[in-house]
């Protein structure tokens, strides 16, 4: 059983958005985080869009100290690949999956949905967009990595094989090392999905020059050729 539906922060391009980004913050941030990139990305051209910036829940953070604070999934140690909180992954993805039939509700189809997130954010992007059962209109992968790398070949959904996937990182990222990020990226092509990657001379944050990437990629991804 999930709980009740996550709150967030809205922002609408337009009247009426005929596609949403949902946009997933980091460990310890929360909705407010990336609302102000909104009004930095460059949007001409695309259709209305209805931005949802969700609120994590509040849980005691292992890596912390137990510490309470927004987390879409508990952090067990400093080697995130090797012990993962498998049932807080599993228990955000099923409240994504939540936000996403509340679109659904209001009009928008999940192939006029774009899964967006940083850092815990961006691992919960890809944890929910792989496998969801229908296709979506692209996964924005800013700073993180896939989590239950083990589990993604079996649990992916054909629906999302063709989705596109912008991936971006930080070459002096202390916090999800460059490699971690590699390494998801390669697994996700050697699954056959298409990604779009960037690099960028930054630690573990965001730039101007990725934010006009994402632009560029949403323009692109919202109006196809």
């Known amino acids: 059983?999930?709980?009740?539906?996550?709150?967030?922060?809205?922002?609408?391009?337009?009247?009426?958005?005929?596609?949403?980004?949902?946009?997933?913050?980091?460990?310890?941030?929360d909705g407010n985080d990336f609302v102000p990139i909104v009004k930095e990305l460059d949007l001409r051209g695309c259709p209305g869009i209805r931005f949802v910036f969700p609120h994590a829940a509040t849980?005691?953070?292992?890596?912390n100290g137990g510490y309470v604070m927004r987390a879409w999934y508990d952090i067990l140690g400093t080697d995130i690949a090797k012990r993962e909180d498998e049932a807080g992954l599993r228990l955000s993805q099923a409240?994504?999956?939540?936000?996403?039939?509340?679109?659904?509700?209001r009009g928008i189809a999940a192939d006029h949905i774009i899964l967006a997130g940083f850092s815990q954010g961006c691992a919960m992007a890809l944890q929910v967009g792989l496998r969801y059962p229908e296709p979506m209109a692209g996964l924005l992968c800013?700073?993180?990595?896939?989590p239950l790398r083990e589990e993604l070949a079996t649990?992916?959904?054909?629906?999302?094989?063709a989705t596109p996937v912008f991936q971006a990182h930080g070459v002096a990222d202390p916090v999800i090392?460059?490699?971690?990020a590699v390494q998801s990226r390669d697994l996700l092509t050697d699954l056959g999905y298409q990604i779009e990657w960037h690099e960028y001379m930054m630690q573990h944050s965001v730039c101007a020059e990725e934010i006009e990437d994402v632009g560029n990629w949403l323009r692109k991804t919202l109006n196809p050729q």
């Open 155 to 161: 649990e992916r959904s054909p629906a999302n094989q």
């Open 177 to 180: 090392p460059l490699q971690r």
């Open 59 to 63: 849980i005691p953070v292992t890596v």
């Open 95 to 105: 409240r994504i999956e939540q936000l996403i039939r509340r679109e659904n509700a």
């Open 1 to 29: 059983m999930t709980s009740a539906l996550l709150d967030s922060i809205e922002i609408e391009s337009a009247p009426n958005p005929s596609v949403a980004v949902i946009w997933m913050h980091g460990l310890g941030a």
């Open 142 to 146: 800013l700073s993180g990595y896939v």
